[in-house]
């Protein structure tokens, strides 16, 4: 079919494929913006943020996607802890393993709300 479609927006934020909630900080726990459907982010430790959600998701299974900055040659990677509807903590770690330590990093979650 041919014409123009479109989606209003009160009924797109209630699609699972669409993003629900975004954001980005640096390594001292700055908080970027514009972010999306994020209350707080929380520093907890070295390398530990937990980031509480505006809105909560319907339950605790959302996709959660993000990207850590790099630091010289010393690449990064974020494991997601305790997702629950209303949060997910994210912990952050140098290649080497040997404790967390803080990054820029971003974060997007897609599922029901």
Same mark, same amino acid.
């Given at each position: 079919?041919?014409?123009? %479609?479109?989606?209003?927006?009160?009924?797109?934020?209630?699609? *699972?494929?669409?993003?629900?909630?975004?954001?980005?900080?640096?390594?001292?726990?700055? @908080? @970027?913006?514009?972010? %999306?459907?994020?209350?707080?982010?929380?520093? =907890?430790?070295?390398?530990? @943020?937990?980031?509480?959600?505006?809105?909560?998701?319907?339950?605790?299974? %959302?996709?959660?996607?993000?990207?850590?900055?790099?630091?010289?040659?010393?690449? @990064?990677?974020?494991? !997601?802890?305790?997702?629950?509807?209303? =949060?997910?903590?994210?912990?952050?770690?140098?290649?080497?393993?040997? =404790? *967390?330590?803080? =990054?820029?990093?971003? !974060?997007?979650?897609?599922?029901?709300?």
């Amino acid at each position: 079919a041919t014409g123009t %479609y479109y989606t209003p927006p009160d009924l797109v934020k209630h699609s *699972p494929g669409v993003g629900k909630g975004w954001t980005s900080w640096d390594a001292d726990g700055t @908080r @970027r913006t514009p972010d %999306y459907n994020v209350a707080t982010i929380t520093d =907890s430790a070295a390398g530990d @943020r937990v980031i509480n959600w505006d809105t909560d998701f319907s339950t605790a299974v %959302y996709a959660v996607a993000g990207a850590l900055g790099v630091s010289g040659s010393n690449a @990064r990677h974020h494991a !997601i802890n305790n997702q629950a509807a209303g =949060s997910v903590q994210v912990i952050q770690w140098a290649t080497n393993h040997t =404790s *967390p330590e803080d =990054s820029s990093s971003s !974060i997007l979650a897609m599922g029901d709300q």
